[in-house]
């Protein structure tokens, strides 16, 4: 009886400290979604400000986020499994807050695309070690459902840089923006180093293997066995079910981030003539949208035992969605365009799963790469995509310019969305490839 209790109360104080340790590390990661997505509704005004004169330049200097984001994932993992969550989440939110405050005085273009790098370089390692903390603390059968839980936390960044962002670049300018999140950052910083522990262990507390021992009967299975960073990436990248979630993931959350990120707010006001506010509004709704699907994928995910079925759900969601974009043109009713942008942002919520589509078919103690590797896929989508999207709109141009921005008709628009109604088919395929894993870890 004595026994019990002792474990009862282990039991709670792990449960306490972790809420804590997790919340912590989320509000961390919500700086990553507003570095992301930020570039769509200040679009106008940095072309104006650094003169810049193509789409395909200011897609560029979008994808800076997401080519850094990329290359990071795999060494983000190796740092995840070698030095612990707590020092990389503190030290790379400093780097971010560096990068924020310097696009935020940027008096010149390459001032601006080194602020973008840095702030690039110090978020793009918040989410592997956030999943590496959440495989530490806790159970296989709510990871999926705390992954959809960070998506909707991170994206309060998202939602920052809509609607919020666009009153304060009406009021006050862009600048502040980056001062402000550059504060914010710096905050995170210290409130990290300060709750967050890499494990239970630290804190006197069982792991997840002794728990789960204890609730459901048997031994702690052995942790000895190591695996070296170079051979740990090599048998990631050699198991072929890592690469579907992959390419999956690729697909859908490039053309995703291409829209809400960079060229939804362009397009709301120069073919549907909404006002900077009302653009952002819609694409407010991608981002409620994604908040609202991202934490119920991943619970279904986990209460049904499945992985594959909820990220197909979702992708034939997002093809509608985007094909009623396509079609609808200006004349579309305002509720059925803000039904459609909400959900566009439901449909790409099957991304929340590809991470754990990739842990589970990969050894535990390669937690942190596999993670890296299948994370890094959204971003190299989206940083083949922005700029893709941008030079399509440049060959159908036809050389209207208002304020110092180029105007693109809806023709322009309508081929552009064409390339990526192609690449999400190309994602749908991919989806109905994954491994089925049944919520079980099946690598080893």
């Given at each position: 009886?004595?026994?019990?209790?002792?474990?009862?109360?282990?039991?709670?104080?792990?449960?306490?400290?972790?809420?804590?340790?997790?919340?912590?590390?989320?509000?961390?990661?919500?700086?990553?979604?507003?570095?992301?997505?930020?570039?769509?509704?200040?679009?106008?005004?940095?072309?104006?400000?650094?003169?810049?004169?193509?789409?395909?330049?200011?897609?560029?200097?979008?994808?800076?986020?997401?080519?850094?984001?990329?290359?990071?994932?795999?060494?983000?993992?190796?740092?995840?499994?070698?030095?612990?969550?707590?020092?990389?989440?503190?030290?790379?939110?400093?780097?971010?807050?560096?990068?924020?405050?310097?696009?935020?005085?940027?008096?010149?273009?390459?001032?601006?695309?080194?602020?973008?790098?840095?702030?690039?370089?110090?978020?793009?390692?918040?989410?592997?070690?956030?999943?590496?903390?959440?495989?530490?603390?806790?159970?296989?059968?709510?990871?999926?459902?705390?992954?959809?839980?960070?998506?909707?936390?991170?994206?309060?960044?998202?939602?920052?840089?809509?609607?919020?962002?666009?009153?304060?670049?009406?009021?006050?300018?862009?600048?502040?923006?980056?001062?402000?999140?550059?504060?914010?950052?710096?905050?995170?910083?210290?409130?990290?180093?300060?709750?967050?522990?890499?494990?239970?262990?630290?804190?006197?507390?069982?792991?997840?293997?002794?728990?789960?021992?204890?609730?459901?009967?048997?031994?702690?299975?052995?942790?000895?066995?190591?695996?070296?960073?170079?051979?740990?990436?090599?048998?990631?990248?050699?198991?072929?079910?890592?690469?579907?979630?992959?390419?999956?993931?690729?697909?859908?959350?490039?053309?995703?981030?291409?829209?809400?990120?960079?060229?939804?707010?362009?397009?709301?006001?120069?073919?549907?003539?909404?006002?900077?506010?009302?653009?952002?509004?819609?694409?407010?709704?991608?981002?409620?949208?994604?908040?609202?699907?991202?934490?119920?994928?991943?619970?279904?995910?986990?209460?049904?035992?499945?992985?594959?079925?909820?990220?197909?759900?979702?992708?034939?969601?997002?093809?509608?969605?985007?094909?009623?974009?396509?079609?609808?043109?200006?004349?579309?009713?305002?509720?059925?365009?803000?039904?459609?942008?909400?959900?566009?942002?439901?449909?790409?919520?099957?991304?929340?799963?590809?991470?754990?589509?990739?842990?589970?078919?990969?050894?535990?103690?390669?937690?942190?790469?596999?993670?890296?590797?299948?994370?890094?896929?959204?971003?190299?989508?989206?940083?083949?995509?922005?700029p893709a999207f941008g030079w399509v709109l440049d060959q159908f141009w036809q050389g209207s310019i208002e304020h110092g921005v180029k105007i693109y008709t809806s023709e322009a628009y309508q081929n552009a969305f064409g390339l990526c109604?192609?690449?999400?088919?190309?994602?749908?395929?991919?989806?109905?490839?994954?491994?089925?894993?049944?919520?079980?870890?099946?690598?080893?």
């Open positions: 009886m004595n026994e019990d209790a002792r474990w009862l109360g282990q039991i709670k104080r792990l449960e306490r400290k972790r809420k804590w340790i997790w919340l912590c590390a989320a509000l961390a990661f919500l700086a990553a979604y507003f570095h992301r997505t930020v570039t769509g509704v200040v679009a106008d005004s940095l072309m104006r400000d650094f003169s810049i004169a193509q789409a395909s330049e200011l897609g560029m200097l979008s994808s800076i986020y997401f080519y850094t984001y990329a290359v990071l994932q795999v060494p983000s993992g190796m740092l995840a499994d070698r030095y612990g969550p707590r020092l990389v989440i503190s030290a790379s939110i400093v780097i971010a807050a560096a990068g924020a405050a310097l696009i935020a005085g940027a008096e010149s273009l390459s001032s601006l695309y080194l602020g973008r790098f840095l702030a690039s370089v110090g978020v793009s390692v918040i989410y592997v070690n956030v999943v590496k903390l959440q495989a530490e603390w806790f159970r296989l059968r709510e990871f999926a459902t705390m992954l959809g839980l960070l998506t909707l936390v991170g994206n309060g960044g998202s939602l920052l840089s809509a609607t919020p962002l666009a009153v304060l670049v009406e009021s006050t300018g862009w600048r502040s923006a980056f001062f402000l999140v550059a504060l914010y950052s710096v905050l995170m910083a210290g409130a990290c180093w300060l709750v967050i522990r890499n494990r239970p262990a630290e804190e006197g507390l069982p792991s997840m293997k002794e728990l789960a021992a204890h609730e459901f009967g048997g031994t702690v299975a052995s942790s000895s066995a190591q695996t070296g960073m170079k051979l740990g990436l090599l048998t990631v990248l050699r198991n072929r079910h890592t690469w579907t979630p992959f390419f999956a993931s690729v697909a859908v959350f490039g053309v995703y981030m291409t829209f809400s990120g960079i060229w939804g707010v362009p397009y709301f006001m120069q073919v549907m003539h909404m006002s900077r506010v009302e653009a952002a509004n819609q694409v407010l709704l991608m981002f409620l949208g994604n908040m609202a699907g991202a934490p119920l994928v991943g619970y279904f995910s986990d209460r049904l035992g499945r992985r594959r079925s909820p990220y197909i759900v979702t992708t034939l969601l997002f093809l509608a969605a985007l094909a009623g974009l396509m079609l609808g043109g200006e004349q579309m009713p305002a509720w059925l365009l803000s039904l459609l942008c909400f959900f566009f942002g439901i449909g790409v919520s099957g991304v929340s799963v590809a991470v754990v589509c990739a842990k589970e078919v990969n050894p535990p103690q390669l937690t942190g790469i596999a993670a890296g590797v299948v994370n890094s896929a959204p971003f190299v989508g989206a940083a083949l995509m922005q109604a192609v690449v999400l088919l190309l994602g749908l395929l991919a989806t109905f490839l994954i491994k089925e894993t049944y919520g079980k870890q099946i690598g080893s």
